[in-house]
């Protein structure tokens, strides 16, 4: 119906929210594609920090090094 909230509707179907929102993302995908996906979008998170990381020691040493000795 609408205007039902999604607590109310997993609720009635017997699935957990999560469920719900997993099946919203991946619709369309195959359980491999959905897996490969998910490996990706870590391993993306684990490279923006390691990215994040390095910039942030760059600019340490840019400090380190302007300073007068």
Known sequence: ???E???DVCRKY???E???YWR???NG???AEAMQLRHLERENAR???LVAERD???EVMKEVLARKW
């Open 18 to 20: 999560q469920t719900f």
């Open 1 to 3: 119906m609408p205007g």
């Open 24 to 26: 919203r993302k991946y």
């Open 47 to 49: 490279l923006k920090k």
């Open 5 to 7: 909230q999604v607590r």
């Open 14 to 16: 017997g699935i957990a």
């Open 56 to 58: 942030l020691e760059l």
């Open 29 to 31: 995908l195959a359980v």
